[in-house]
């Protein structure tokens, strides 16, 4: 199951392990204590971001906007499916490492996970 979390680009293999090695006895949920706070963190910003782009600007606001998308021209169609892909991926690794997780508790492993193979 780790595997495919690498195997698919989910995660990044050195950049896991790191964290894993700061996982111990004191601290089993580590891991999964930062993914939680990632995720957190990330819907609570693509909320923001999500009532920015739908709130109606007025005024100097929407003077800057209109300046702003200007500038930017075709890249704001761009810039919306990437962040679309941005979080259709989040909630993709966040429904992956779950199971894992759940896994780990389960086995109630607090030693650090070896490298796949």
Request: charged share 30%.
């Given at each position: 199951?780790?595997?495919?979390?690498?195997?698919?680009?989910?995660?990044?293999?050195?950049?896991?392990?790191?964290?894993?090695?700061?996982?111990?006895?004191?601290?089993?949920?580590?891991?999964?204590?930062?993914?939680?706070?990632?995720?957190?963190d990330m819907s609570r910003q693509f909320s923001e971001i999500e009532q920015i782009l739908q709130k109606e600007l007025?005024?100097?606001?929407?003077?800057?906007?209109?300046?702003?998308?200007?500038?930017?021209?075709g890249s704001v169609v761009r810039i919306m499916a990437a962040f679309e892909m941005v979080k259709e991926e989040s909630?993709?690794?966040?429904?992956?490492?779950?199971?894992?997780?759940?896994?780990?508790?389960?086995?109630?492993?607090?030693?650090?996970?070896?490298?796949?193979?």
């Open positions: 199951m780790k595997r495919s979390l690498f195997d698919e680009g989910f995660l990044h293999l050195s950049q896991f392990l790191q964290l894993e090695m700061l996982q111990d006895r004191d601290n089993p949920n580590f891991v999964r204590e930062v993914f939680r706070l990632y995720f957190e007025i005024g100097k606001q929407r003077h800057d906007m209109n300046r702003f998308l200007h500038r930017l021209k909630e993709n690794l966040k429904l992956k490492l779950e199971p894992y997780f759940q896994l780990m508790g389960q086995i109630g492993s607090s030693t650090v996970s070896e490298a796949p193979k």
